[in-house]
């Protein structure tokens, strides 16, 4: 089974610009598989940011984009606010099989 | 707005199997080709791809609980099932619901203990 590697921690500051990643283990990752974002907050169910690699829902705030950067998928977010202090996972099908990334956790300091 | 809820035991006990319900309101099953998929979160951990399932009946399992694990559904209930059997303490987690490009339950806590 692939396992999907996102960095533990990040901080950022309010108003700056931060981007977290999503790794296969298996290799570059691709339009083929269909990357997810997903945000969630103490206590709370996730929420989806992103699908599709980079369409965001009706929802989700201008600031987070999702792209393919340097063999990853990646999920920026320009101008950070304090309640985007949150847990992110990714996740990537892999022929329908799903994989969520470890997960980071983005301090807005 | 769609929206989706989990029901289901809150305690099994070890050995036994676990059933969740997931009944979506709101718009149909079968309106979309997209997948409804089951995830859990153990306490203080990350989030756990179970496995999902089409309105066809198309599955696809985790392969390291694809032993234990049956999704079904029911499109004239516009309901879809979890069923893991043999289960320990280790399944102990909250079990979501979703279809992943959108929407998520609130969420489930299971606990297995005697």
């Known amino acids: 089974q692939a396992v999907v590697t996102q960095e533990p921690s990040l901080t950022v500051s309010p108003g700056g610009t931060v981007t977290l990643t999503c790794a296969s283990s298996?290799?570059?990752?691709?339009?083929?598989?269909?990357a997810y974002w997903f945000q969630q907050k103490p206590g709370q169910a996730p929420k989806t940011l992103i699908y599709?690699?980079?369409t965001r829902r009706s929802w989700t705030p201008a600031r987070f984009s999702g792209s393919l950067l340097g063999g990853k998928a990646a999920l920026t977010l320009s101008g950070a606010q304090p309640e985007d202090e949150a847990d992110y996972f990714c996740?990537?099908?892999?022929?329908?099989?799903?994989?969520f990334g470890t997960g980071t956790k983005v301090t807005v300091l | 707005q769609l929206q989706l809820q989990e029901s289901g035991p809150g305690l099994v006990k070890p050995s036994e199997t676990l059933s969740l319900t997931c009944t979506v309101s709101?718009?149909?099953?079968?309106?979309?080709?997209?997948?409804w998929g089951w995830i859990r979160q153990p306490p203080g951990k990350g989030l756990e791809w179970i496995g999902s399932?089409?309105?066809?009946?198309?599955?696809h399992y985790s392969p390291s609980l694809k032993s234990r694990v049956t999704i079904s559904v029911d499109t004239s209930k516009n309901q879809f099932f979890l069923e893991m059997r043999s289960v320990t303490a280790t399944d102990t987690a909250v079990y979501y619901c979703?279809?992943?490009?959108?929407?998520w339950g609130q969420g489930t806590l299971v606990t297995v203990s005697s």
């Open positions: 979703a279809r992943p490009n959108g929407y």
């Open positions: 709101g718009d149909s099953i079968t309106n979309h080709n997209v997948h």
């Open positions: 399932i089409y309105y066809s009946g198309t599955t």
């Open positions: 298996t290799g570059t990752v691709t339009s083929g598989h269909y």
């Open positions: 599709d690699t980079s």
């Open positions: 996740l990537l099908s892999y022929n329908g099989v799903r994989v």
